[in-house]
Each structure stands twice: as structure tokens, then as C-alpha cells.
């Protein structure tokens, strides 16, 4: 398999996934439309931001909304620079959220 075809590959199974987090979490889409852009590691604050902005209405508990991005394995806690604790969304998820990875913006 040549890489350009396994880049290929991992576009679209990042495209599904997200589509079915998509179908399954119909309520949360304008939290996933807000992470278009955003960078693979995040701080809390713009995660709270970002909730504030699309689903405090739906879901009114931030810590809650935190457990469940963590469970649903969107996220996972990361150490950011310095000792400052954030987040990293998970591989899977970057390209069909057009997650910031570092390399290119989507």
C-alpha cells in the first residue's frame, strides 16, 4: 500500500467516525461544527468556551459534558507546556472535525 493511499484510508475512517458521533449525538452538532479549526491539544477553557457557546442549553453541567467527551474517548487529558493540564483530541476524530494537528490547517 503506498502512503498516499493509507493517508487516504485514514481520512476516511476519520470522516465516518465522525459521522456517526454525528448521527448518534444529533444534539452536540453545533459543539462538533465549533471544533473545525481548533488545535489537537486544548485547554479547558476553550472546551468551557466553546460548550457555552453550543450546548450549555442542552446539556447544563460542564463537568458532565467533560465525562462524556472523555467516555465517548473524543478526548483524552494531555499535559500541555509546562505543567498546565488540557486536552487531546484523539487522532481519529482530527480529520473529520478538521482538527489543527500542527502540520495544516483543514
Not at 460548550?51 to 465517548?72: A, C
Request: with cysteine; aromatic share 14%; net charge neutral.
Amino acid at each position: 500500500m503506498q502512503s498516499g493511499s493509507i493517508v487516504e484510508g485514514l481520512k476516511n475512517a476519520s470522516a465516518q467516525r465522525c459521522d456517526e458521533l454525528r448521527n448518534e449525538y444529533k444534539d452536540l452538532d453545533l459543539f462538533f461544527d465549533s471544533l473545525i479549526g481548533f488545535n489537537i491539544l486544548t485547554t479547558e477553557a476553550k472546551l468551557q468556551e466553546e460548550w457555552q457557546k453550543t450546548v450549555q442549553n442542552i446539556l447544563p453541567d460542564f463537568n458532565k459534558f467533560m465525562d462524556f467527551l472523555l467516555d465517548i474517548g473524543l478526548l483524552k487529558p494531555a499535559k500541555l507546556q509546562g505543567k498546565e493540564q488540557g486536552y487531546r483530541f484523539a487522532e481519529i476524530y482530527t480529520h473529520g472535525f478538521r482538527i489543527y494537528r500542527g502540520t495544516r490547517k483543514y
